[in-house]
T-cell receptor, first 113, second 114 residues
Framework: KNQVEQSPQSLIILEGKNCTLQCNYTVSPFSNLRWYKQDTGRGPVSLTIMTFSENTKSNGRYTATLDADTKQSSLHITASQLSDSASYICVVSQKTGANNLFFGTGTRLTVIP | EAGVTQSPTHLIKTRGQQVTLRCSPISGHTSVYWYQQALGLGLQFLLWYDEGEERNRGNFPPRFSGRQFPNYSSELNVNALELEDSALYLC?????????????FGSGTRLTVV
């Protein structure tokens, strides 16, 4: 069964600290993996997209890693800011067919001063 | 480049009523996807339209329907509203069938059913 699981469900960190969010998937065949940031009540905004051959991709203070062998990805946020408070959603695309996106339920990150 | 636009942004309806939500994709995108996100839950796939046709639908009852117009904009219709239909409805557009191109989401329509 194609699934995407994220952990932790929620996380509270102090401003300025780093954190790492996890995404494990069983989607096959794999096409790509995206991390989205979703502010409360808003639509998700893409942070990174990674294909099978990419191990690491950065977008400012956000760094995503992908291990296609173990089917795991992580999103590392450095020097967190209050504006990082949001839900972070891992989305995996399947290589075959159409509308083949599988969504994780997200990690709710709260950054406190 | 204008993003995906959705209207209205907020809506309050009474149980049993009907509602229509609208989505305009990014210029050049032919695919429109609709998702439901209930409070605190993940995104649930509703419908996918491409080139004016419904290509796939999620596990939702028939009272959820929609259409895509020749200009690729789309409507989502929900009949006989129920309290559990209260959610954020997100539209996304893509220029390629299948997700190998980026999905861009709109800001959503917050529907509250009372």
């Amino acid at each position: 069964k194609n699934q995407v699981e994220q952990s932790p469900q929620s996380l509270i960190i102090l401003e300025g600290k780093n954190c790492t969010l996890q995404c494990n998937y069983t989607v096959s065949p794999f096409s790509n993996l995206r991390w989205y940031k979703q502010d409360t009540g808003r639509g998700p905004v893409s942070l990174t997209i990674m294909t099978f051959s990419e191990n690491t991709k950065s977008n400012g203070r956000y760094t995503a890693t992908l291990d296609a062998d173990t089917k795991q990805s992580s999103l590392h946020i450095t020097a967190s800011q209050l504006s990082d408070s949001a839900s972070y959603i891992c989305v995996v695309s399947q290589k075959t067919g159409a509308n083949n996106l599988f969504f994780g339920t997200g990690t709710r990150l709260t950054v406190i001063p | 480049e204008a993003g995906v636009t959705q209207s209205p942004t907020h809506l309050i309806k009474t149980r049993g009523q009907q509602v229509t939500l609208r989505c305009s994709p990014i210029s050049g995108h032919t695919s429109v996807y609709w998702y439901q996100q209930a409070l605190g839950l993940g995104l649930q796939f509703l419908l996918w339209y491409d080139e004016g046709e419904e290509r796939n639908r999620g596990n939702f009852p028939p009272r959820f329907s929609g259409r895509q117009f020749p200009n690729y904009s789309s409507e989502l219709n929900v009949n006989a509203l129920e309290l559990e239909d209260s959610a954020l409805y997100l539209c996304a557009s893509s220029s390629y069938r299948g997700g190998d191109y980026g999905y861009t989401f709109g800001s959503g329509t917050r529907l509250t059913v009372v």
